[in-house]
């Protein structure tokens, strides 16, 4: 099967979340099982690119879309990138989605909407690539949501050239977070080129806006999210951002598929970021990852002390209003707490406060790692993602993976991927909250502190987790699933 993963991040060459970690495993995943796969993502400024890199191909303009080439870029895993070039568009400083000051980029529209754009035609009998043609075109979050529209599209009016009988790829849409929708003037409608039908209730509009990710949803041949729970809760007022209606519509094309983790990345035993490499047969050596993080942190040297690590957005989705209403009582415990993350400023202050106050007990660093997000996993005890809501996640994967129970709410993939140890004492992996506020975080961190003061029992927790996979391959399996049942049901 010819694959387009169309996606704004990957990893590790721009990541922002979540997103970027999928985009890098699960095309070379899906490479791996024998099938040609291609990431189509923005040539960004200041990437740092590695492999085999082939011819580009020219991309005329066309109407309100500039000039632009795709460079092709064959990579050690298997895939190859089609990396986006148009520097009006994409070489700036900041981010992929704002700039050096955290402003959204004014043009987000058209820098986005030209990436949806290049994604449907790669699946037409126009594709840029000559001699490649994609048979499913999957797109990633509302930066991509208008590419299942254009597939539509070409498929309503002849393959965009009056020639009907050419065959266009499927489209699925896969939403990694409802809360970001991509949502734009109604007057931008007649520059992205979308037929008029199209721009009502049944279409693109949502509350006299345009919305990206609505019209993925709408157009999209199968619509995926990134873990079973998640895919229910979206259905429902409460989780679904307005757009819980289009959901229940399409019900018969939404299916959940909790993400994986990459296990080569992710791996103790094999892990060069850590201060001691260890597996489940050599747990104790885990200690020395305890001892180097309250070291790096300037914790107390304390190998008693429960560590509890959050490595996270700091927003209260994250829950970490949360974690901050029960740092007394985790203190009052004798535990000691190590963040590692950035985010609403009112949380960081009152984060960085707190390590004022109990400077061998609280560490916060205001920044983003790699290598501390990796010491953190290994070194605590225990991670804390109390999330109000939570698609997936992937650090409760990883710290399971790493003999370091998590403490997490019932929602989401966290609901999918954590087993009680309360609930089930012979199987459980970590601790679920009963409920999502300041008494159900507190009752499960004593239920935390109580089982870590009981080392043959949270021996088991530990083990238990390890034990569990969490790699990509049935994922990718599901995912082959649904990208057979989209082609089916054009």
């Not at 309100?64 to 990579?75: K, M, T, Y």
């Not at 506020?437 to 009981?454: K, P, V």
């Not at 599901?478 to 082609?487: D, E, G, N, S």
Request: glycine letters at 12%.
């Amino acid at each position: 099967m010819n694959i387009l993963f169309a996606t704004p991040e990957c990893a590790p060459y721009v990541k922002t979340g979540g997103l970027g970690d999928v985009s890098a495993a699960l095309p070379a995943t899906l490479a791996s099982m024998g099938h040609d796969v291609r990431v189509l993502m923005p040539a960004y400024r200041g990437m740092k690119i590695s492999g085999e890199v082939g011819d580009a191909a020219d991309i005329p303009a066309y109407g309100p879309w500039p000039a632009a080439q795709l460079l092709p870029v064959r990579s050690d895993n298997g895939v190859t990138l089609l990396l986006l070039a148009c520097p009006a568009l994409y070489q700036r400083p900041g981010g992929p989605y704002v700039d050096s000051g955290g402003r959204d980029y004014h043009d987000n529209l058209m820098r986005f909407g030209f990436l949806s754009r290049i994604a449907a035609l790669l699946g037409t009998r126009h594709s840029p690539c000559a001699d490649w043609r994609a048979d499913v075109v999957h797109a990633n979050d509302w930066p991509c949501g208008l590419a299942p529209l254009y597939l539509a599209q070409a498929r309503a009016f002849g393959n965009t050239a009056g020639n009907g009988d050419q065959p266009v790829a499927a489209s699925v849409m896969t939403i990694h977070n409802m809360a970001f929708q991509g949502v734009f003037g109604m007057d931008s409608a007649e520059m992205l080129g979308i037929p008029h039908a199209w721009r009502g209730m049944d279409g693109v509009e949502f509350w006299g806006h345009l919305s990206m990710l609505k019209a993925g949803l709408q157009f999209a041949d199968a619509i995926t999210t990134v873990s079973p729970s998640y895919a229910r809760e979206i259905q429902t007022e409460a989780f679904g951002v307005g757009l819980d209606g289009v959901l229940r519509a399409r019900a018969d094309r939404l299916s959940g598929i909790l993400n994986g983790i990459d296990t080569r990345i992710w791996n103790p035993a094999e892990d060069k970021l850590i201060a001691q490499s260890y597996g489940p047969g050599t747990l104790e050596a885990k200690a020395r990852n305890k001892a180097a993080l309250q070291s790096r942190c300037g914790l107390a040297p304390d190998p008693d002390a429960m560590l509890f690590g959050v490595v996270s957005r700091l927003t209260a989705q994250k829950g970490i209003d949360l974690v901050l209403g029960g740092l007394k009582d985790l203190l009052a415990r004798g535990g000691q707490l190590a963040v590692l993350g950035q985010g609403d400023p009112g949380l960081q202050q009152a984060l960085q406060e707190a390590a004022k106050q109990s400077p061998r007990q609280v560490a916060v660093t205001v920044s983003f790692s790699e290598e501390m997000a990796h010491g953190i996993e290994a070194g605590a005890d225990c991670f804390l993602m109390p999330s109000r809501f939570e698609p997936c996640g992937l650090n409760q994967m990883y710290s399971q993976a790493y003999g370091t129970p998590p403490l997490v709410a019932p929602v989401g993939g966290l609901r999918d991927s954590v087993t009680d140890a309360a609930q089930d004492p012979a199987r459980g992996t970590g601790f679920v909250m009963d409920r999502i506020d300041a008494i159900g975080f507190e009752d499960a961190l004593r239920r935390a502190f109580d089982a870590f003061r009981d080392p043959q029992r949270w021996r088991r927790i530990q083990a238990n987790g390890m034990a569990r996979h969490f790699g990509w391959e049935e994922s990718a399996a599901q995912y082959l699933q649904v990208y057979r049942q989209a082609m089916d049901a054009q």
